[in-house]
């Protein structure tokens, strides 16, 4: 099978290799893979980030890589039969797993794959995973209410833009704090209100909205911090996929990982399918073209994902 891989840090020592195919063992499923996403983690470890988090077991080379999108092709004991040529979307923990997606084939936990019904491209139903599954994290964490108030900073982004949709569907009040540029875009996504970064501290923005702050927030940037804390009232929900700010008034930030969740991840299939969530995707590349593909999303940001087919 062809497969990226990082002999050692850097994009520009990234290549494209022949590397042995890998078997389903049992309880897995063995997946021809179409397209892979290429997300901000997979640029922190091609280029050494991540380096310190790296098990012993994981050495180079490496391969990136945390969803995919294609068809069972192969299963291993104990997996039901009747998957065989189904459309499939997978989600790898590549930490602990020891190898990513971003390869021809993969092997990987039945319970880690969604099957995936006719329609959407693979290139559009890869960015689904990582992203949906983290945004899923976030509103299990906030444990909102219908009614009730959350705030999303980078609501513009992929994991915010699937934590809007996400919430608005479950009826939750939606205020979206984004650039100005993007006011159309999260509103058309079913935010209720937008607090703009340009019209300055976002929980003041968020206070003038509703004076006794917001319920909950979750923030997808990696430059709000603290500030973030003044829009939610005292003894509300804080989450954050980046760095969590200092508790402070009864607030207890918590950070939030997109982990394997095979019944989430096939809810967000489904609604990713029915049209129910937007699955936009900037730019695809050949898996050949893996280093140029990933410059190119180093140079983003985006509005959708850079995408590797194969």
């Known amino acids: 099978m062809r497969a990226v891989r990082v002999p050692s840090w850097g994009v520009q020592n990234l290549q494209v290799e022949d590397v042995p195919d890998p078997r389903a063992s049992a309880g897995e499923v063995l997946i021809a893979v179409e397209a892979a996403t290429i997300h901000p983690a997979d640029l922190q470890m091609v280029t050494g980030q991540f380096a310190s988090w790296l098990p012993a077991s994981i050495s ?4 990136p890589g945390w969803d995919l999108a294609g068809h069972v092709m192969a299963i291993g004991d104990g997996v039901d039969a009747s998957l065989l040529g189904s459309r499939a979307v997978g989600f790898s923990n590549w930490v602990e797993a020891g190898h990513g997606t971003q390869a021809s084939l993969v092997a990987l936990p039945r319970a880690n794959v969604a099957v995936a019904p006719d329609g959407l491209p693979a290139a559009r139903l890869t ?51 984004v650039s100005a540029r993007d006011r159309e875009h999260v509103l058309k996504l079913g935010a209720s209100a937008v607090a703009a970064r340009e019209d300055g501290d976002v929980g003041a923005v968020v206070r003038e ?102």
């Open 60 to 63: 180079a080379p490496y391969t």
């Open 127 to 177: 960015t689904v995973s990582l992203n949906g599954l983290t945004a899923w994290a976030a509103l299990k964490e906030l444990a909102l209410e219908p009614g009730q108030t959350l705030v999303i900073a980078g609501a513009a982004g992929s994991v915010g833009g699937f934590a809007l949709e996400l919430a608005a569907a479950r009826g939750i009040r939606v205020i979206a704090a």
């Open 209 to 310: 909205m509703i004076p006794g702050g917001a319920d909950g927030f979750f923030d997808t940037t990696t430059s709000l911090g603290a500030a973030g804390l003044g829009a939610v009232r005292d003894g509300g929900r804080h989450v954050t996929s980046t760095s969590p700010p200092e508790p402070e008034r009864g607030i207890q930030p918590t950070k939030i990982y997109g982990l394997p969740d095979g019944e989430a991840l096939q809810q967000l299939v489904n609604m990713a399918a029915a049209g129910r969530l937007q699955t936009p995707v900037a730019r695809e590349f050949s898996v050949e073209a893996a280093r140029a593909a990933y410059e190119e999303f180093a140079s983003g940001p985006h509005r959708g994902q850079i995408v590797l087919v194969f």
